[in-house]
């Protein structure tokens, strides 16, 4: 979460978009799928805070507690879905925890060191995490993020009548724009990631 101030507003600019498409969603959603839209909208917004430049706005010490509350709430949350629902909401359950993670991870920061997306790659090597958890938490969004994308190919399908048709990847829980935000919101948590 630290690095240069305009790749940090790109990461907000992503996340929050992300975030107002799954409120929209979940406006237009069934009742199985309003509590998905509405994680990945609170997932969105969060990161989207969490990669403010630090030239803009330097959150409090106390604020990361704060993000590491929120999220470990929407943990508790996604476990319950996971275990009444399975599928998406083990995902959603992973992606709670890292973020209460990086929060963790910035409250310890340092006083000097940053503990804010927009305070340079010095501060990087001083507020790193853990390094097998912050492996795990990558190897997981690589595959994630690997996956998303191949779903999203164009695949060719034979007709019946001789002419091949194109079948988009799509995916469970809504179609190739909710597959592009959750593919955006993965990539983002790979640069947060990368970069903590």
């Known amino acids: 979460m630290h690095g240069p101030a305009l790749s940090g507003w790109l990461l907000v600019v992503l996340c929050a978009a992300s975030g107002a498409y799954c409120l929209l969603r979940m406006r237009a959603a069934g009742a199985a799928e309003r509590g998905a839209a509405g994680s990945e909208a ?30 470990g709430l929407a943990a508790l949350h996604g476990l319950v879905a996971a275990v009444r629902h399975g599928g998406h909401h083990l995902h959603h359950l992973v992606g709670s925890l890292a973020m209460v993670y990086m929060a963790l991870a910035m409250a310890a920061a340092p006083a000097g060191a940053g503990g804010h997306a927009g305070h340079g790659a010095a501060a990087a090597t001083a507020t790193g995490g853990i390094p097998v958890l912050t492996g795990a938490l990558l190897a997981y969004y690589g595959v ?34 909710t597959l592009v935000c959750r593919l955006s919101m993965g990539l983002a948590m790979l640069a947060m990631l990368l970069t903590l």
């Not at 988009?168 to 190739?176: H, I, L, N, P, T």
């Open 42 to 71: 609170v997932m969105g917004f969060g990161m989207a805070a969490m990669a403010l430049p630090a030239a803009v706005f330097t959150p409090p010490e106390w604020s990361w507690v704060l993000y590491a509350v929120l999220f």
């Open 144 to 177: 994630y993020v690997l996956r998303s994308g191949a779903r999203l190919v164009p695949v060719p399908v034979p007709a019946s009548e001789g002419t091949a048709r194109i079948r988009s990847g799509g995916g469970a829980g809504g179609g190739e724009l």
